[in-house]
């Protein structure tokens, strides 16, 4: 239906630009697009103007004809249509098919429904430029987007919906709430953390010490930057070529940006002779690291080229492994739940296509994955295939608050580095054996994190993480003296605090520290500064009222405490 609903986006263009040359339109989620090849650039007049072609085409009701024909013919028949002859010379068949509604003939597979009138609501979005086939020596075409549904009801819902993630995008209130930035200047996909944002991931990355430390982890720091033959001999170099950076040359050796903090703990690790009785250890490190994305695919702080992962990997023997397994799962668990993250999904991903170590390693691994989920009763999926080169993992899925997907803890157990580094312990026999290590993040990296809680939140962050805990605003100069010993008792109690003492009115100081999204605004005025109290109004408008200052204080600290 939403790829039949292309083809009668393509006739209504045709309509109203008979010169119109056509790329593809194929179905996408919730909806379609097709590539056009214009005149000139459309506008948003335009859309309106395709939009109601379209409606009066699927109100005739004309039905969907196919047609088979020899290359040679198709040829013939899209000879004014270069994108289109393009695509019949590569396709493999001496026969291809036609659809054709009204007077519009696409190339194309099929299936369609059997006619316009089938098609059910639909709306047109967006338009945006796209290479013809991706590529950026090849010219733009301009691209339609549009969402379609079995019903009104149901497109009416969606769109709601995409207006409330519009609200939540971390982009715009990473902006807005002043949060952090990306420069040109500097480069897409690296970020730049102001106060705010960097206040934000310092108190996450405090708490994520405190439980590593209390889980028995150690932490660790290590370089950026190493040399290349470390990358070949661990298989990043030839599995993941296409997201590393170029090297670079220092003193005649090539080093790389790291991909992954791997390779680091190993080498801590090998730098002592390890007994049995020391495993497991457990490196855990907030670990900078650098992948190359294309540009086209970054996305504000979720999808980037530099990012922070909450790292950690246990060297454990193979009768360690379920436990250790165990433990990280109930950590990954006791986070989701600390942040606000009650609904998730787990996934088990198997054995990729490229793949190193033997098949017999692999379900040993999988095996003992799961194992654990079972033991837990942690009810998962199997995604087949999408384990990392060196071991299958386990996925957690967050979901916020308006249901969108994010990737959350990664556990991955691997059998295959240790083998490559020559990574071992000595047993209680004596004898030397390979140890097991297990990679693991539980929140997956600082940045995509943030970008996740500030969707969740809607920048409406638990007291704990809000950047700015409690703005005090006096009502008039006369109380600013006030305000400010407030902020610094306020201080004493580590809640942090600011003084609004801008000469604006009361009201549109507490809209504006409303609309900040700071948990408390703290109003004080003559009553207030007399019997040493406060009136406090919440982000969500509800007015508390008058409260002594030892209450308020009491206030703020059990919500911080509660992590709420
Ligand atoms: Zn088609
Ligand atoms: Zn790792």
């Given at each position: 239906?939403?790829?039949?609903?292309?083809?009668?986006?393509?006739?209504?263009?045709?309509?109203?630009?008979?010169?119109?040359?056509?790329?593809?339109?194929?179905?996408?989620?919730?909806?379609?697009?097709?590539?056009?090849?214009?005149?000139?650039?459309?506008?948003?007049?335009?859309?309106?103007?395709?939009?109601?072609?379209?409606?009066?085409?699927?109100?005739?009701?004309?039905?969907?004809?196919?047609?088979?024909?020899?290359?040679?013919?198709?040829?013939?028949?899209?000879?004014?249509?270069?994108?289109?002859?393009?695509?019949?010379?590569?396709?493999?068949?001496?026969?291809?098919?036609?659809?054709?509604?009204?007077?519009?003939?696409?190339?194309?597979?099929?299936?369609?429904?059997?006619?316009?009138?089938?098609?059910?609501?639909?709306?047109?979005?967006?338009?945006?430029?796209?290479?013809?086939?991706?590529?950026?020596?090849?010219?733009?075409?301009?691209?339609?987007?549009?969402?379609?549904?079995?019903?009104?009801?149901?497109?009416?819902?969606?769109?709601?919906?995409?207006?409330?993630?519009?609200?939540?995008?971390?982009?715009?209130?990473?902006?807005?709430?002043?949060?952090?930035?990306?420069?040109?200047?500097?480069?897409?996909?690296?970020?730049?953390?102001?106060?705010?944002?960097?206040?934000?991931?310092?108190?996450?990355?405090?708490?994520?010490?405190?439980?590593?430390?209390?889980?028995?982890?150690?932490?660790?720091?290590?370089?950026?930057?190493?040399?290349?033959?470390?990358?070949?001999?661990?298989?990043?170099?030839?599995?993941?070529?296409?997201?590393?950076?170029?090297?670079?040359?220092?003193?005649?050796?090539?080093?790389?940006?790291?991909?992954?903090?791997?390779?680091?703990?190993?080498?801590?690790y090998k730098s002592q002779l390890r007994s049995y009785r020391d495993l497991p250890l457990r490196y855990a490190e907030l670990g900078t690291v650098y992948r190359y994305e294309r540009a086209g695919v970054l996305y504000g702080l979720a999808r980037v080229r530099g990012f922070t992962q909450d790292d950690a990997h246990i060297f454990c023997r193979s009768d360690q492994i379920e436990a250790e397994v165990a433990g990280v799962v109930r950590l990954s668990q006791f986070m989701m739940t600390t942040?606000?993250?009650?609904?998730?999904?787990?996934?088990?991903?198997?054995?990729?296509?490229?793949?190193?170590?033997?098949?017999?390693?692999?379900?040993?691994?999988?095996?003992?994955?799961?194992?654990?989920?079972?033991?837990?009763?942690?009810?998962?999926?199997?995604?087949?295939?999408?384990?990392?080169?060196?071991?299958?993992?386990?996925?957690?899925?967050?979901?916020?608050?308006?249901?969108?997907?994010?990737?959350?803890?990664?556990?991955?157990?691997?059998?295959?580095?240790?083998?490559?580094?020559?990574?071992?312990?000595?047993?209680?026999?004596?004898?030397?054996?390979?140890?097991?290590?297990?990679?693991?993040?539980?929140?997956?990296?600082?940045?995509?994190?943030?970008?996740?809680?500030?969707?969740?939140?809607?920048?409406?962050?638990?007291?704990?993480?809000?950047?700015?805990?409690?703005?005090?605003?006096?009502?008039?100069?006369?109380?600013?003296?006030?305000?400010?010993?407030?902020?610094?008792?306020?201080?004493?109690?580590?809640?942090?605090?600011?003084?609004?003492?801008?000469?604006?009115?009361?009201?549109?100081?507490?809209?504006?520290?409303?609309?900040?999204?700071?948990?408390?605004?703290?109003?004080?005025?003559?009553?207030?500064?007399?019997?040493?109290?406060?009136?406090?109004?919440?982000?969500?408008?509800?007015?508390?009222?008058?409260?002594?200052?030892?209450?308020?204080?009491?206030?703020?600290?059990?919500?911080i405490e509660a992590k709420a």
């Amino acid at each position: 239906m939403r790829h039949s609903a292309a083809h009668v986006m393509a006739e209504a263009v045709q309509s109203l630009f008979p010169q119109a040359k056509f790329g593809i339109g194929p179905a996408i989620e919730n909806g379609f697009y097709y590539d056009f090849d214009l005149p000139r650039s459309l506008t948003p007049e335009d859309l309106t103007l395709i939009g109601n072609k379209m409606t009066e085409i699927i109100d005739d009701n004309s039905p969907f004809a196919t047609k088979e024909l020899s290359k040679e013919a198709a040829r013939r028949l899209f000879i004014d249509q270069p994108y289109k002859l393009e695509l019949v010379d590569e396709l493999p068949d001496t026969v291809v098919t036609t659809y054709t509604q009204g007077s519009f003939t696409d190339l194309c597979r099929g299936p369609h429904v059997a006619s316009t009138g089938d098609i059910g609501a639909f709306k047109l979005t967006h338009i945006a430029g796209a290479y013809w086939r991706g590529d950026e020596k090849r010219p733009m075409l301009q691209r339609i987007y549009g969402v379609a549904f079995d019903s009104q009801a149901e497109l009416e819902d969606y769109l709601v919906q995409q207006a409330e993630a519009a609200k939540r995008d971390h982009r715009r209130l990473g902006k807005e709430l002043d949060l952090f930035s990306i420069h040109e200047e500097i480069g897409p996909g690296l970020i730049c953390w102001h106060p705010k944002g960097a206040l934000i991931r310092q108190i996450i990355e405090d708490f994520w010490k405190e439980e590593h430390i209390k889980q028995g982890y150690d932490i660790v720091y290590t370089p950026h930057i190493a040399k290349i033959d470390l990358w070949k001999t661990s298989g990043h170099w030839d599995f993941y070529r296409d997201y590393l950076y170029s090297p670079m040359d220092v003193e005649g050796k090539q080093y790389i940006l790291k991909p992954m903090n791997c390779l680091g703990h190993i080498m801590i690790y090998k730098s002592q002779l390890r007994s049995y009785r020391d495993l497991p250890l457990r490196y855990a490190e907030l670990g900078t690291v650098y992948r190359y994305e294309r540009a086209g695919v970054l996305y504000g702080l979720a999808r980037v080229r530099g990012f922070t992962q909450d790292d950690a990997h246990i060297f454990c023997r193979s009768d360690q492994i379920e436990a250790e397994v165990a433990g990280v799962v109930r950590l990954s668990q006791f986070m989701m739940t600390t942040f606000g993250f009650n609904d998730y999904e787990v996934l088990l991903s198997t054995r990729p296509e490229k793949y190193a170590g033997t098949i017999q390693m692999w379900e040993q691994a999988t095996g003992s994955l799961k194992r654990v989920l079972d033991e837990l009763q942690t009810p998962y999926k199997e995604d087949p295939g999408q384990g990392v080169f060196y071991g299958p993992k386990i996925d957690i899925k967050l979901k916020d608050a308006i249901g969108h997907g994010w990737q959350g803890p990664t556990i991955q157990v691997d059998f295959n580095l240790p083998q490559r580094f020559h990574v071992c312990y000595i047993g209680s026999d004596g004898l030397e054996y390979t140890v097991t290590m297990i990679h693991r993040t539980v929140l997956g990296s600082m940045e995509r994190f943030v970008a996740c809680l500030i969707e969740h939140y809607s920048g409406a962050f638990p007291v704990w993480l809000a950047p700015v805990q409690a703005m005090i605003i006096p009502i008039a100069d006369r109380h600013s003296d006030y305000a400010h010993r407030i902020r610094q008792e306020l201080q004493q109690e580590k809640i942090r605090a600011q003084v609004d003492d801008r000469s604006e009115r009361m009201n549109m100081k507490i809209r504006e520290g409303q609309l900040a999204k700071i948990p408390y605004m703290l109003i004080v005025g003559d009553k207030e500064a007399a019997s040493s109290s406060v009136s406090i109004r919440l982000r969500n408008g509800e007015d508390v009222g008058l409260q002594s200052l030892s209450e308020a204080k009491a206030r703020i600290g059990t919500a911080i405490e509660a992590k709420a």
